[in-house]
């Protein structure tokens, strides 16, 4: 059985687990609904459809022409993320510490990781570093180079020359962009992506236009926070890395060397289920354990441990709407 992050929290009874889940789920929005199965190896093989089986009439007494559907192999790999926390001894007796210094520093430990996630989950690129799973930039561009072209969106052009002024520069930008937009969510298999990722630049300026355009929803996570929404996709900003400077998705993109400098930015879309669109796969689930004081050194470890990877059948459960400008970047 295939379960989130958040369905693991409502149900785990180790405390230390549990803490590890929690501090995941209020850190990475992507980590609250994406669904993981466990394959208890180091890969899996899964079928993609190539094409479906011919259907046809018949005259009575005639039998049908018979018709088989294809389909392609792919390996879809696991990549051992995690990390191992030491604290002195004597700075987790100490009296006069602020708070508790070895769960204080779990806590920061626990944030990076997650912050880790949810960059790969953009930009994890095993070609250029091999020890990382592959994100959506570089799934969208492998199903566009397959044949799926609808799977990456252009909007450079769109709005004509007041196209430099931003998406919300007059009411024919906002709908230009729009119509760009619903392009994005017809892309996915269904109409319905879970989620639309993009940077905190990109989501202000989204949420702006859309409540201009009264077509501005809003939800709540498990957290009782509140969530855009449009057209049934939550609206999400994917964050930063865990340097807490960095854009996961940047506001310095040019796909398609269209410009002389990098100056726009992306929207991903994402559906997840088990074995039909997206979904996360893992070795084993998640484990947090407590491994004591070491004998090496007078330091407790705590030591975070999940081998996880991505998966994807449908090419049509990933998209991207890119060469956006958010806010009047001006072309060089």
Same mark, same amino acid.
């Given at each position: 059985?295939?379960?989130?992050?958040?369905?693991?929290?409502? !149900?785990?009874?180790?405390?230390?687990?549990?803490?590890?889940?929690? !501090?995941?789920?209020?850190?990475? =929005?992507?980590?609250?609904?994406? @669904?993981?199965?466990?394959?208890?190896?180091?890969? *899996?093989?899964?079928?993609?459809?190539?094409?479906?089986?011919?259907?046809?009439?018949?005259?009575? $007494?005639?039998?049908?022409?018979?018709?088989?559907?294809?389909?392609?192999?792919?390996?879809? =790999?696991? #990549?051992?993320?995690?990390? /191992?926390? +030491?604290? +002195?001894?004597?700075?987790?007796?100490?009296?006069?510490?602020?708070?508790?210094?070895?769960? /204080?520093?779990?806590?920061?430990?626990?944030?990076?990781?997650?912050?880790?996630?949810? /960059?790969?989950?953009?930009?994890?690129? @095993?070609?250029?570093?091999?020890?990382?799973?592959?994100?959506?930039?570089?799934?969208?561009? /492998?199903?566009?180079?397959?044949? #799926?072209?609808?799977?990456?969106?252009?909007?450079?052009?769109?709005?004509? %020359?007041?196209?430099?002024?931003?998406?919300?520069?007059?009411?024919?930008?906002? &709908?230009?962009?729009?119509?760009?937009?619903?392009?994005?969510? #017809?892309? !996915?298999?269904? &109409?319905?992506?879970?989620?639309?990722?993009?940077?905190?630049?990109?989501?202000?300026?989204?949420? =702006?236009?859309?409540?201009?355009?009264?077509?501005?929803?809003? *939800?709540?996570?498990?957290? +009782?926070?509140?969530?855009?929404v449009y057209q049934g996709a939550r609206l999400l900003d994917i964050g930063l890395k865990a340097d807490q400077s960095s854009e996961i998705i940047t506001n310095t993109e040019d796909p398609d060397n269209k410009y002389t400098s990098d100056v726009s930015t992306s929207i991903y879309a994402v559906r997840f289920s088990v074995g039909e669109y997206l979904w996360g796969i893992q070795q084993y689930p998640l484990e947090a354990r407590d491994l004591g004081e070491l004998q090496?050194? @007078?330091?407790?470890?705590?030591?975070?441990?999940? &081998?996880?990877?991505? %998966? &994807?059948? +449908?090419?049509?459960?990933?998209?991207?709407?890119? $060469? !956006?400008?958010?806010?009047?970047?001006?072309? =060089?």
């Open positions: 059985m295939a379960l989130t992050l958040a369905d693991l929290s409502k !149900i785990e009874t180790d405390t230390l687990r549990k803490g590890v889940v929690d !501090i995941f789920l209020m850190e990475s =929005s992507v980590m609250e609904l994406c @669904p993981w199965e466990t394959i208890n190896q180091l890969a *899996t093989t899964i079928a993609i459809y190539q094409a479906m089986p011919d259907v046809g009439f018949r005259n009575v $007494n005639e039998a049908f022409a018979e018709s088989t559907g294809t389909y392609s192999q792919k390996v879809e =790999s696991i #990549y051992l993320m995690g990390g /191992d926390l +030491d604290v +002195d001894i004597a700075i987790a007796r100490a009296a006069n510490t602020i708070a508790d210094a070895r769960a /204080d520093q779990e806590k920061l430990q626990l944030k990076a990781i997650a912050y880790k996630f949810n /960059d790969k989950f953009i930009n994890g690129d @095993p070609t250029a570093a091999p020890k990382e799973f592959k994100g959506l930039q570089k799934r969208v561009a /492998d199903v566009v180079a397959a044949g #799926y072209t609808s799977q990456s969106i252009d909007t450079g052009g769109t709005a004509g %020359a007041a196209r430099d002024a931003g998406i919300l520069y007059d009411t024919g930008n906002r &709908h230009n962009f729009l119509n760009k937009l619903d392009q994005l969510l #017809y892309s !996915i298999k269904g &109409h319905k992506p879970d989620f639309l990722l993009m940077n905190q630049k990109c989501l202000l300026a989204l949420r =702006s236009l859309l409540r201009q355009e009264k077509l501005l929803d809003t *939800t709540r996570d498990m957290f +009782d926070r509140v969530v855009d090496a050194k @007078p330091v407790y470890r705590t030591r975070v441990d999940w &081998h996880i990877g991505l %998966a &994807h059948v +449908d090419p049509r459960s990933i998209a991207r709407l890119r $060469n !956006i400008f958010p806010d009047g970047i001006v072309q =060089s």
